[in-house]
T-cell receptor, first 115, second 117 residues
Framework: GDSVTQMEGPVTLSEEAFLTINCTYTATGYPSLFWYVQYPGEGLQLLLKATKADDKGSNKGFEATYRKETTSFHLEKGSVQVSDSAVYFCALSDPLIQGAQKLVFGQGTRLTINP | EAGVAQSPRYKIIEKRQSVAFWCNPISGHATLYWYQQILGQGPKLLIQFQNNGVVDDSQLPKDRFSAERLKGVDSTLKIQPAKLEDSAVYLC???????????????FGPGTRLTVT
């Protein structure tokens, strides 16, 4: 079945460091890909998305490019801030699976940014 | 616009007791989802409604979990009887017909944290 595999955490970086969180997927069809973020004490929020190969999603300085050839959607940010500390989830939605539009999530990566 | 509302935010019960969670989705969203998020894991879909019909409940433990969405708006998720392994955050999300949403894009409520002792 469809699945998402994320880089294991936790990840700890210093402020202004470069961030990469790896995400790869397995899907039956041609999925849409998402990154969701969960800040401490808050609900899941959509961070960015991409719906087709080579699309680049971006938001709040974060970027991820849909790579069909490597089935990847890695999250990157050039200079992280303390406020980026959160848990990040990679997810896919596959139109060919039962219950189209449901999200299949990775296990999450906890990111901590130290000042 | 108002987001997805859930209540209660926290609940502590003993095993074998029953519990119910409520969700009010974003107005106009046809699709409603319930996810279970166990500590340290990503959310896992329990049930998906399209309007008031069930689209996917393949991962819902039907011997103890039930859900309904009356009139295609609010939804309740019930657990009876609860087990220790049901301790988790229960997330409600909605999506679908609002213009401009991407296929699969969902909006999540704050969740209900359930502790079963």
């Amino acid at each position: 079945g469809d699945s998402v595999t994320q880089m294991e955490g936790p990840v700890t970086l210093s402020e202004e460091a470069f961030l990469t969180i790896n995400c790869t997927y397995t899907a039956t069809g041609y999925p849409s890909l998402f990154w969701y973020v969960q800040y401490p004490g808050e609900g899941l929020q959509l961070l960015l998305k991409a719906t087709k190969a080579d699309d680049k999603g971006s938001n709040k300085g974060f970027e991820a490019t849909y790579r069909k050839e490597t089935t990847s959607f890695h999250l990157e940010k050039g200079s992280v801030q303390v406020s980026d500390s959160a848990v990040y989830f990679c997810a896919l939605s596959d139109p060919l699976i039962q219950g189209a539009q449901k999200l299949v999530f990775g296990q999450g990566t906890r990111l901590t940014i130290n000042p | 616009e108002a987001g997805v509302a859930q209540s209660p935010r926290y609940k502590i019960i003993e095993k074998r007791q029953s519990v119910a969670f409520w969700c009010n989705p974003i107005s106009g969203h046809a699709t409603l989802y319930w996810y279970q998020q166990i500590l340290g894991q990503g959310p896992k879909l329990l049930i998906q409604f399209q309007n008031n019909g069930v689209v996917d409940d393949s991962q819902l433990p039907k011997d103890r979990f039930s859900a309904e969405r009356l009139k295609g708006v609010d939804s309740t998720l019930k657990i009876q009887p609860a087990k220790l392994e049901d301790s988790a955050v229960y997330l409600c999300a909605s999506g679908g017909s609002t213009s401009g949403t991407t296929y699969g894009e969902q909006y999540f409520g704050p969740g209900t944290r359930l502790t079963v002792t």
